[in-house]
């Protein structure tokens, strides 16, 4: 079905069938490979992406349940040639070690930022990264990784726009 | 997953025709349990209705006694809202430990309801909580709505609209997950009212049950003393690879004591 949709600021219009995942129109029909699937079972994040701004699992939603929405994938955080801070923060801290799950963790920094703000701590941090599976098991970098983007975000621009529904920031 | 026919209606009665003429219908909210379903050839259905467009289901409003919450709400939406966490802050507290922040963002209060997983959270909120299970055709009350591993009250192509619980004096839910599916292994819900506490237990049975001998022990006496090295039969509860009706049993008791220190 025909199925309209913005993604990384740019209108998207293609035909759709509708059991076709949003990862899969992402990755198949977009060639927007950074998004991943790890588990394809909702449970590991490689697949997350912001649904107008909200972190959700793109492997566990149908591409025309997102109709009319705005989908932000990792090739569109940065908005521009410059790394977004929390991607910076990933490089700088060696958040990484394969790399499969940090699309994933990337975005789930951002969530982590719009629901507790820049000075969120690193315990929250863990907590919250229990959706994102690092079969590396490099978690101690990324949670400082996360630490770091979210103090490189404070009284940026990004930040205004991650935070625009934060609830206990 | 199957090639299916997709509605996305308007209107509640939209929705009960685009099911009536879908042969083999399942509707869609969230979809983080029907997808994964379906994926596994567990599911496979004609037509997918998508409520996701359904005006007015996704409030939450106090009304005396009552604390309304549409069946559209997500669980990050209970989680973090202050009028859950004034009503009754034990049903904020649940829906802050499904699944993960992720899974919270896109699953609903309805749709949970409507599927009743035998390990599923808010069928014991709903059960404790007095709820009732509003539907475009009317409504059920928690205690006649869950009818076992997967079966509810509701009839083929009843849309649940709004929940509304009790408020209680105090409630609490404590809950042992399973790490991987962050399921309930047990969960028991606590909750006192003036004419008594009511408990209900999540994860150990087949569904969703009350435990009579724990409500007749914290109604004389709400402390966790009262109900220490309590157990639940393990007849009739569940036995497979992550833990033995016996290991259930008793943790229903761990869990049992834990929610009523966390109701305090």
Redesign the interface.
């Known amino acids: 079905m025909h199925t309209r949709l913005t993604i990384n600021g740019a209108p998207v219009a293609r035909e759709v069938a509708p059991a076709t995942l949003l990862v899969e129109l992402l990755r198949d029909d977009l060639g927007l490979t950074g998004t991943h699937i790890g588990c394809d079972t909702s449970q590991c994040g490689a697949c997350n992406v912001l649904v107008d701004g909200v972190a959700m699992k793109s492997c566990t939603l149908l591409a025309v349940q997102v109709a009319g929405r705005t989908i932000t994938t990792i090739e569109g955080v940065a908005g521009s040639d410059e790394l977004h801070p929390m991607q910076a923060a990933f490089r700088e801290h060696h958040g990484l070690q394969c790399g499969f799950c940090t699309p994933g963790m990337v975005i789930a920094g951002l969530e982590i930022v719009r629901r507790h703000g820049t000075q969120v701590s690193r315990e929250t941090i863990a907590h919250e990264l229990e959706g994102n599976l690092c079969r590396c098991t490099g978690y101690i970098n990324i949670i400082k990784a996360i630490e770091a983007g979210a103090r490189a975000m404070a009284g940026t621009a990004a930040v205004f726009e991650a935070e625009g529904e934060a609830v206990d920031a | ?6 509605a ?1 209606p308007a209107s509640l009665a939209e929705a009960a025709a685009a099911f009536a003429g879908g042969g083999e219908a399942a509707f ?1 909210a969230g ?2 349990t029907l ?2 379903a379906m ?1 596994s050839r567990l599911r496979m259905p004609d037509t ?1 209705v ?1 409520l ?1 467009a359904l005006p007015g289901l996704t409030a939450i409003a106090r009304d005396g006694d009552t604390l309304w919450i549409g069946a559209l709400t997500t669980h ?1 939406a209970v989680a ?1 809202s202050p009028e859950v966490a004034a009503a009754i802050p034990g049903l904020a507290r649940l829906a802050g430990q499904i ?5 919270r ?2 699953g609903t209060i309805g749709g949970v309801l409507a599927n009743n997983d035998p390990a599923a959270d808010y069928p014991s909120a709903a059960l404790a909580l007095k709820a009732v299970i509003e539907t475009d055709r009317g409504a059920h009350d928690a205690d006649d709505y869950f009818q076992g591993m997967f079966a509810t009250a509701l009839a083929d192509g009843e849309i649940i609209t709004r929940i509304g619980f009790a408020v209680p004096r105090a409630a609490a839910y404590a809950k042992f997950r399973h790490p ?3 399921y309930a292994l047990v969960g028991v819900f606590v909750a006192a009212y003036a004419d008594g506490v009511r408990v209900a237990v999540t994860g150990a049975g087949p569904g969703v049950f009350r435990w009579a001998e724990a409500e007749a022990a914290l109604t004389a006496d709400f402390r966790a003393e009262a109900v220490a090295g309590m157990a639940l039969d393990s007849g009739d509860l569940n036995s497979d690879i992550h833990a033995s009706a016996e290991y259930r049993g008793h943790l229903a008791g761990v869990m049992l004591a834990d929610a009523v220190r966390a109701a305090g």
Do not use: C, W
């Open positions: 997953m199957r090639e299916f026919a997709y996305r869609i979809g983080h997808l994964p994926k997918i998508d996701g990050a973090t699944g993960d922040p992720q899974v963002n896109a991987a599916s962050r």
